[in-house]
C-alpha cells in the first residue's frame, strides 16, 4: 500500500494536536470532516482524514470500494485479511511519521477510527513501542484479537483509550465491542468504554464525549 491521499482541516490557533481518523468501509476521507469542525476543541488541532484505498470486498460480493482491509465474514470468529490489516496499520504509521515530521511529537497524535477504520486504529495502537496520545475507537472491535498477547507492546500499555458503541447497532454488535473492550482490559489496558442508543453511526452526545475526552488529554 502506497502513501495514502488524505483531507485536511486545521482548527483553532496553532497546532498543538494531530488527529489521524479513518472512516468507515464504503465512505472516504470528508466523511467525519464535518464532526472534526463541531468537536470546538480549546487548542488548535490538525486532523488528517485519509482515504482508504478502493479494493474489493468479499461480503458485499466481490464489489470494489474504499476498505481498510476485505472483510471475509461477519463475527469474531471468522477468518481475518490479516495482510491487508497489517498493511493498513503500516500506512498509518506513515501517517503518524508525517506528522512528527511536521512537528508533532508522538504524545501529540491521537489516532480515531470509525468501524473498520477503527478496528485499524486499535490494532495499530496496541503495537506501538512509543505511544502515542490516545487512541478512539468508534464502533468496532479489535482484529486479530488472538494476537494481542503476543504482539503487544509493553509501552503501548499506559495509551488511553476511549471505546464507544452504538447499543442497537445492526452491522457491529455491541457484543462484538465489549468482547474486544475485556480482551483489551485483560491485556492491562485502560478502556473508556461508552455506549449511546443508536445504531451504526454518531450522535451529538458522542461528538460532545470525544470533544471533553480529546480536551482532557491535553490538560492530563
Not at 503500516?90 to 468501524?115: H, K, P
Request: hydrophobic share 45%; charged share 20%; with cysteine.
Amino acid at each position: 500500500m502506497g502513501r495514502l491521499d488524505t483531507v485536511e482541516l486545521e482548527t483553532g490557533a496553532g497546532i498543538d494536536l494531530g488527529v489521524i481518523w479513518l472512516h468507515g468501509l464504503g465512505a472516504d476521507g470528508y466523511d467525519f470532516e464535518p464532526i472534526a469542525r463541531e468537536l470546538d476543541l480549546p487548542f488548535g488541532a490538525r486532523f488528517v482524514f485519509p482515504h482508504a484505498p478502493v479494493r474489493p470486498v468479499t461480503i458485499n460480493g466481490g464489489i470494489e470500494m474504499r476498505a481498510w482491509y476485505d472483510i471475509l465474514s461477519f463475527g469474531p470468529s471468522g477468518p481475518e485479511d490479516e495482510a491487508g490489516i497489517r498493511a493498513s496499520a503500516e500506512a498509518v504509521r506513515q501517517l503518524i511519521g508525517r506528522e512528527i515530521d511536521r512537528g508533532l511529537s508522538r504524545d501529540q497524535i491521537v489516532l480515531v477510527g470509525f468501524s473498520q477504520g477503527g478496528a485499524v486504529v486499535l490494532h495499530t495502537a496496541v503495537r506501538e513501542t512509543e505511544p502515542l496520545a490516545g487512541v478512539i475507537a468508534l464502533s468496532t472491535y479489535l482484529p486479530l484479537a488472538a494476537k494481542l498477547e503476543l504482539e503487544a507492546a509493553a509501552a503501548s500499555r499506559d495509551i488511553p483509550i476511549l471505546m464507544a458503541h452504538g447499543s442497537v447497532d445492526p452491522l457491529i454488535d455491541i457484543s462484538f465491542g465489549t468482547l474486544s473492550r475485556d480482551l483489551l482490559v485483560a491485556a492491562g489496558y485502560l478502556v473508556d468504554w461508552r455506549t449511546y442508543p443508536i445504531d451504526h453511526g454518531v450522535c451529538a452526545a458522542e461528538i460532545s464525549d470525544i470533544s471533553s475526552w480529546l480536551a482532557g488529554l491535553r490538560r492530563a
